[in-house]
């Protein structure tokens, strides 16, 4: 009798636990809002049940490395829980797809293209009743570093081609998800050359990637145009645009974190304070990138969500 109980029980719990999935929620997929180099880039659209009042709205960058990576969900991906939990709140959750990197394509497209997706979510309010005047980001990973772009540039700023000038690009607050700060220290290209030697022995391929990371960012060969490179990589590191007026963030990094290091979100941190921007840093002891079940998922929930309903007005 005792096994047939548990069975019943696990069953049970199985069921719960597969209601709380995405699929809840009204999703709106693969909406195009711009083109950039004849390809069309989508957007997913999450909405909660319809209401009188309109929906504040987060945006949701994805990571990848630049070069990969996608708006959709993956089935185990703890942003499902997270995105039904968002929905559940009242928020409209949008996913965003935006130009990844290959041999022929660099920044600042993936910027230009999120920019106009918050340009295009502002377009388009009254169609999806977005609350147009409360817009956040959350970005993880290579994600976050857009979006940081995004939540700290002026709106004039990886701007030249927009379908939409007419509307601001600018958003209330960004929630930064172990994202770099700093393109010139992540990627140590201010590195004694000693030093960089021995790297290159000792892991050759990691080094063939760096480089061609940073020629990715900025077009500029890291070991003939070293001071270009260097400047490029500022134009596209988030802290560069930091100032009194940069919007509220939230910042969640595992202490683990070996793609991205923690120190990242400490100079980010950092450069916040000293400007007086309203910030909080969150570690997750021994948390590694993407922070993994045991890393706290439901702290991150919490902090996440406290944080948006703070910054919506």
Same mark, same amino acid.
């Given at each position: 009798?005792?096994?047939?109980?548990?069975?019943?029980?696990?069953?049970? %719990?199985?069921?719960?636990?597969?209601?709380?999935?995405?699929?809840?929620?009204?999703?709106?997929?693969?909406? !195009?809002?711009?083109?950039?180099?004849?390809?069309? &880039?989508?957007?997913?659209?999450?909405? @909660?049940?319809? #209401?009188?009042?309109?929906?504040?709205?987060?945006?949701? =960058?994805?990571?990848?490395?630049?070069?990969?990576?996608?708006? !959709?969900?993956?089935?185990?991906?703890?942003?499902?829980?997270?995105?039904?939990?968002?929905?559940?709140?009242?928020?409209?959750?949008?996913?965003?797809?935006?130009?990844? =990197?290959?041999?022929?394509?660099?920044?600042? %497209?993936?910027?230009?293209? #999120?920019?106009?997706?918050?340009?295009?979510?502002?377009?388009?309010?009254?169609?999806?009743?977005?609350?147009? *005047?409360?817009?956040?980001?959350?970005?993880?990973? !290579?994600?976050?570093?857009?979006?940081?772009?995004?939540?700290?540039?002026?709106?004039?700023?990886?701007?030249?081609?927009?379908?939409?000038?007419?509307?601001?690009?600018?958003?209330?607050?960004?929630?930064?998800?172990?994202?770099?700060?700093?393109?010139?220290?992540?990627?140590?290209?201010?590195?004694?050359?000693?030093?960089?030697?021995?790297?290159? =022995?000792?892991? @050759?391929?990691?080094?063939?990637?760096?480089?061609?990371?940073?020629?990715?960012?900025?077009?500029?060969?890291?070991?003939?145009? *070293?001071?270009?490179?260097?400047?490029?990589?500022?134009?596209?590191?988030?802290?560069?645009?930091?100032?009194?007026?940069?919007?509220?963030? =939230?910042?969640? &990094?595992?202490?683990?974190?070996?793609?991205? @290091?923690? #120190?990242?979100?400490?100079?980010?941190?950092?450069?916040?304070?000293?400007?007086?921007?309203?910030?909080?840093?969150? @570690?997750?002891?021994?948390?590694? &990138?993407?922070?993994?079940?045991?890393?706290?998922?439901?702290?991150?929930?919490?902090?996440?969500?406290?944080?948006?309903?703070?910054?919506?007005?």
């Amino acid at each position: 009798m005792k096994w047939k109980l548990s069975i019943i029980l696990i069953l049970c %719990l199985t069921f719960f636990k597969s209601q709380n999935t995405i699929s809840e929620v009204m999703k709106i997929p693969d909406v !195009a809002y711009t083109t950039s180099d004849s390809i069309a &880039h989508k957007l997913d659209i999450y909405l @909660p049940q319809k #209401s009188d009042k309109k929906f504040p709205v987060l945006i949701f =960058l994805h990571g990848g490395g630049w070069i990969g990576g996608d708006k !959709a969900f993956p089935e185990k991906y703890y942003m499902n829980d997270f995105v039904l939990r968002f929905v559940q709140n009242g928020y409209a959750v949008v996913s965003v797809n935006y130009t990844l =990197l290959d041999k022929n394509t660099n920044f600042p %497209l993936p910027v230009e293209d #999120s920019k106009e997706a918050v340009r295009w979510i502002r377009a388009n309010s009254a169609q999806y009743n977005f609350d147009d *005047k409360n817009i956040g980001i959350l970005g993880a990973s !290579a994600g976050a570093q857009i979006g940081m772009l995004v939540a700290y540039s002026n709106d004039d700023q990886f701007s030249a081609n927009s379908r939409f000038p007419n509307y601001s690009s600018k958003v209330n607050y960004f929630i930064d998800y172990f994202g770099p700060s700093d393109l010139n220290k992540l990627l140590r290209t201010e590195e004694a050359g000693f030093k960089i030697f021995l790297f290159k =022995l000792i892991f @050759p391929k990691i080094y063939t990637m760096r480089n061609d990371m940073i020629r990715g960012f900025t077009t500029k060969d890291i070991k003939e145009q *070293k001071q270009d490179a260097i400047d490029g990589l500022k134009v596209y590191s988030p802290v560069t645009y930091i100032n009194e007026n940069s919007v509220p963030t =939230l910042v969640i &990094h595992g202490t683990k974190d070996r793609i991205v @290091p923690f #120190s990242q979100s400490e100079i980010l941190k950092k450069k916040l304070d000293e400007n007086n921007v309203r910030n909080e840093l969150v @570690p997750v002891d021994k948390g590694d &990138h993407g922070l993994n079940e045991e890393s706290g998922h439901e702290l991150m929930l919490e902090k996440t969500l406290e944080f948006m309903k703070q910054n919506t007005h």
